[in-house]
């Protein structure tokens, strides 16, 4: 069965682009959640989505939005890019609904976005 | 309220020992406190996780211990080995479909 998939896995941009993240889960998870990883600040909830629907959304700027597809597929966006930015951008994917059951989030490897 | 305090940050033991992480938390709605465990290069993954209704859980070399009163827990490894070099982080949950994450502890076990 194949994991949690994060393209691009390494991509750097400038300051005041935008970039798209996308994560597919693992085939018949429902719920996806993103989470922002820094030095030091360990994981950082960002959203979760379940049936194209966004349930919770953490404490980050609205420059930070996402979207999930019918097939269960998502993409998170960031516009106009600051340096703080940068960080290792994780996707879980969990099969009960949103994953209150069990808590179990399965991640992705992660897309680790440099902004210069 | 939603913060979950780890620690130590870093942690060295040598192979045989046993790794200790602690952490805390304030929101007494958490319900679920699972611990994650990540390689570089990947993702985390579960390790092990407690419900509040258990005081002790353990799997293998691996236990969770639960203070509900003191709102804390913690992660014992025992008879660490070089293989368990990792980062591990603690996290507590509840109903809104979220975990909150600890700052993570590097462990290093040397042969």
């Known amino acids: 069965k194949a994991g949690v998939t994060q393209t691009p896995r390494y991509l750097i941009k400038t300051r005041g682009q935008q970039v798209t993240l996308s994560c597919s889960p693992i085939?018949?998870?429902?719920?996806v959640s993103w989470y922002q990883q820094t030095p030091g600040q360990g994981l950082q909830f960002l959203f979760e989505?379940?049936?194209?629907?966004?349930?919770n959304k953490g404490n980050f700027p609205g420059r930070f939005s996402g979207r999930q597809f019918s097939n269960s597929r998502s993409e998170m966006n960031v516009s106009t890019l600051e340096l703080g930015d940068s960080a290792l951008y994780l996707c879980?994917?969990?099969?009960?609904?949103?994953?209150?059951?069990?808590?179990?989030?399965?991640f992705g490897e992660g897309s680790r976005l440099t902004v210069l | 309220q939603q913060q979950v305090k780890q620690s130590p940050q870093s942690l060295i033991v040598q192979k045989g020992g046993i790794s200790i992480i602690n952490c805390a938390y304030e929101?007494?709605?958490?319900?679920?406190f699972p611990w994650y465990q990540q390689f570089p290069g990947k993702g985390p993954a579960l390790l092990i996780a407690?419900?509040?209704?258990?005081s002790e859980k353990k799997e293998g070399r691996f236990t969770i211990s639960f203070n509900k009163s003191a709102k804390q827990f913690s992660l014992h490894i025992m008879d660490s080995q070089p293989g368990d070099s990792a980062t591990y982080f603690c996290?507590?949950?509840?109903?809104?479909?979220?975990?909150?994450f600890g700052s993570g502890t590097r462990l290093l076990v040397r042969p």
């Open positions: 929101n007494t709605a958490f319900d679920y």
């Open positions: 996290a507590a949950g509840d109903s809104s479909y979220k975990l909150i």
């Open positions: 989505y379940f049936s194209e629907t966004q349930r």
């Open positions: 407690i419900r509040p209704d258990v």
């Open positions: 879980a994917s969990s099969l009960p609904p949103g994953g209150a059951v069990t808590g179990e989030l399965f």
């Open positions: 085939s018949g998870h429902r719920s």
